[in-house]
């Protein structure tokens, strides 16, 4: 039983240091230590949670902006499409709607892409596309613009 345990250990110290490790052609190669390392300090379990808790945060944010100020979007869909104030609300609606609704179709999307690529990466680019979307619905006031 000893003699199994020795020849265990032997073959695992073998495999800690690179002997007897195959390496496949379609395999890419790992990243430095040195950078493993860096990010492994950098994304601790508590530093992780709280990244998760602040864009959260700003997501429930961001979704109760149309609901939390109807009368400044009222106004602003009345002065840029020229509506009578009968169909402001429709439009208003309208704008809700597709909020929601593109909403879930990139929760589903992210959902399934994070099967197939580093869920960071996958958030990283939501971010990205959301911070660009916010960007651009910000300067539909000045360009006096509800398509925007």
């Not at 240091?17 to 994304?43: I, N």
């Not at 809700?96 to 992210?110: D, K, L, R, T």
Request: proline share 7%.
């Amino acid at each position: 039983m000893e003699h199994e345990e020795v020849q265990v250990e032997a073959a695992y110290s073998d495999l800690s240091q690179g002997e007897g490790k195959k390496t496949d052609a379609a395999t890419p190669p790992s990243p430095p230590a040195s950078l493993s390392r860096m990010l492994a300090g950098v994304f601790t379990p508590m530093r992780t949670i709280w990244m998760f808790v602040i864009v959260n945060l700003l997501n429930y944010l961001d979704r109760g902006i149309i609901p939390g100020a109807p009368n400044q979007f009222q106004a602003f869909i009345h002065h840029t499409l020229e509506v009578p104030h009968s169909v402001e609300s429709t439009y208003l609606g309208l704008l809700q709607s597709v909020f929601v609704a593109s909403f879930s179709i990139a929760v589903v999307v992210a959902g399934n892409y994070v099967h197939w690529y580093p869920p960071f990466k996958v958030m990283a680019a939501g971010l990205g596309i959301w911070c660009i979307a916010v960007c651009i619905s910000g300067v539909a006031k000045p360009m006096q613009s509800f398509g925007v």
